[in-house]
């Protein structure tokens, strides 16, 4: 189930690289990349297998250049988050060691509203069959990992779970049936971390209404847009 084949691997490497140097190139079409059914995506998260997911070549390539672009802009991916997207201040101690901290309300994870954003995926990963949205659940509070893996503790897991499970679950619960069938969740490790640091943690949803994901992500509901 691998987004492309071996052989295409150093072709859309090289794009992607000069996509990052002098902007997007065009990708031909015998090197697009796999679409993901959401049956699919649930057993590669359930396996674990997260490095199978990701943007295919023809969008990666956008995403390296508004990359660059942004890092000459704000220094760094992380820097224009916090900035932009987050409106959060990281502490004066934050350091290139650390990454951003942050005065938590709470010092549990999504224990307080105050201190997680739930946003859509600016560059969500077109690798995902139709009608699936892309959440991302920033955290000021950072979520232990084990040292060794780098992949969450069963503690940690079952704060997400809970999580989880009383922000999108419930509220999809309130729709009707199957609400658990149309939620998963998975929380990459640092070296597939696309901005390493700032923590936080991704939410797939299916066919969910856009007033719904509206109301997830603090956005107004254009109807229009429906």
């Known amino acids: 189930m691998e ?3 071996a052989s295409s691997i150093p072709a859309w490497a090289a794009l992607e690289t000069r996509s990052a140097e002098s902007g997007p190139q065009v990708i031909p079409p015998e090197l697009h990349g796999k679409v993901f059914s959401w049956k699919e995506i649930k057993k590669v998260i359930e396996e674990n297998r997260l490095d199978v997911i990701r943007r295919r070549p023809e969008d990666r390539v956008v995403y390296k250049a508004w990359c660059k672009k942004t890092i000459e802009e704000h220094g760094s991916i992380t820097g224009y988050m916090c900035v932009k997207r987050l409106q959060w201040t990281p502490l004066p101690e934050s350091s290139a060691e650390t990454g951003p901290l942050f005065d938590a309300c709470d010092p549990m994870p999504f224990a307080d509203s105050r201190d997680y954003k739930i946003l859509r995926n600016d560059w969500p990963y077109g690798s995902f069959e139709a009608g699936i949205e892309h959440l991302i659940v920033w955290s000021k509070a950072r979520i232990p990992v ?3 893996t780098g992949l969450v503790t069963p503690e940690s897991r079952q704060l997400i779970e809970h999580f989880v499970q009383r922000t ?7 729709e009707g049936a199957e609400a658990d069938e149309k939620v998963v969740w998975f929380k990459n490790w640092v070296a597939l971390q696309s901005v390493p640091g ?7 949803v299916k066919d969910v209404p856009e007033n719904i994901i509206v109301e997830w992500a603090g956005e107004k509901f254009n109807p229009l847009q429906s």
């Open 198 to 204: 700032l923590e936080h943690i991704h939410v797939l």
């Open 3 to 5: 987004s492309a084949t």
């Open 146 to 148: 084990d040292k060794e």
């Open 168 to 174: 999108f679950v419930s509220r999809l619960e309130m």
